[in-house]
Every structure is written in structure tokens, then in C-alpha cells.
């Protein structure tokens, strides 16, 4: 099964299947870099002192994951818009920091973008989608030099307590810090 989803489909299969867009993966990535490339437009542009590199990862990734769901989550809690938006920014960003994928995606943002020279890609998405899961999920993390050091510089990976590093050259050294090898 997992080939099969990593293969993706047979021209047969695509007969069977009317709305299939083999072009959608590669316009989502796309999407996706200019989103985080407007982020770093938009705090270059502003002459607001109030408006941070922080401040607007954090707003977009709360328009992306929780604006568009809010008003069905708040019917269905019971609770009113007013009474949401009297929390602040403040708890919206604790909010989106207590949920793993979130805060790893978010830390990579704002590590990424702060030096502001660096070129956002369509796989910076890639890695901040594996990273997202990888790094509250695994005890021992390999990755390339640069994932390795921004996760590191963030903090992040320290917060999951997920040894990174660069090499499996390292893994030896990463597991003795992982273990406890005194008993």
C-alpha cells in the first residue's frame, strides 16, 4: 500500500478517476513558497515597529489552520465571537504553540526568514511539513546541515527534546546522549 500511494496512480487507474490533477501537489508547493516569500515582503514593507517577523508567521499560520474553521468550532462550542476575540494575541499564539506541527512549522518560519537573504522554495514546504512531525515525534533526528542547524538555533528541537544532527556519522554520539547509559 505504501508504494502504491508513493508510486501514485497507473495511466489505467487514471481513466477511473474524472477529477485527478496530477499538477496540484506542484501548484499547492508553489502556493505555499509565495505565502512564505509575502511574509518577509510584508514586514520589509512596513514602517510599524509593532509588526514583527513573529507577529505575521504567527498570524498567517493562524489564518491558515484556525480563521477559515473558527466560526463552525465556536457554534459548536458554544461560544461567541466576541468572547474569542477578548483572549488577545497573546493566547492565540500559545494556542498555536501547543500544537507540535504548528510550532515546529512556526520556528522554521521565522528562523528561515530572519537573516532575510535566504530564498524561499517549494521544498523549504517540503521539509517543514516532514520536520513538522519528525521533530515532536522522534527521539534521534538525521538531517541535512542547514534543517539541522535552524532547528537547533530555534530552540525547537530542544523543546521536544529531539537530538538533531547532520549525519549518521553522529548517530553513535546522538544516542549516547539519548541513553542512559550509566545503569
Not at 465571537?81 to 483572549?87: P, R
Not at 533526528?141 to 534543517?147: D, H, I, P, S
Request: glycine fraction near 4%.
Amino acid at each position: 500500500m505504501k508504494y502504491m500511494v508513493l508510486r501514485g496512480p497507473r495511466p489505467s487507474d487514471i481513466a477511473q478517476m474524472p477529477d485527478y490533477d496530477q499538477y496540484a501537489a506542484d501548484r499547492i508547493a508553489e502556493q505555499r513558497a509565495r505565502s512564505e516569500k509575502r511574509i518577509l515582503h510584508i514586514i520589509k514593507a512596513t514602517d510599524n515597529p509593532q509588526i514583527s517577523l513573529e507577529d505575521a508567521a504567527y498570524a498567517r499560520m493562524f489564518w491558515d489552520y484556525v480563521i477559515q474553521r473558527l466560526p463552525v468550532l465556536l457554534d459548536q462550542a458554544g461560544v461567541s465571537k466576541g468572547s474569542f476575540d477578548v483572549l488577545g494575541k497573546l493566547w492565540h499564539k500559545e494556542f498555536l504553540d501547543d500544537v507540535p506541527l504548528i510550532s515546529v512549522q512556526l520556528a522554521l518560519i521565522i528562523q528561515a526568514n530572519k537573516n532575510g537573504s535566504r530564498a524561499w522554495t517549494r521544498n523549504d514546504n517540503n521539509y517543514m511539513d516532514a520536520l513538522g512531525i519528525a521533530v515532536p515525534s522522534c527521539d534521534i533526528l538525521v538531517t541535512e546541515k542547514y534543517a539541522c542547524d535552524v532547528l537547533k538555533r530555534s530552540g525547537i528541537a530542544q523543546r521536544f527534546e529531539t537530538v538533531v544532527i547532520r549525519s549518521f556519522d553522529d548517530l553513535v554520539e546522538g544516542l549516547e546522549s539519548r541513553l542512559d547509559w550509566r545503569g
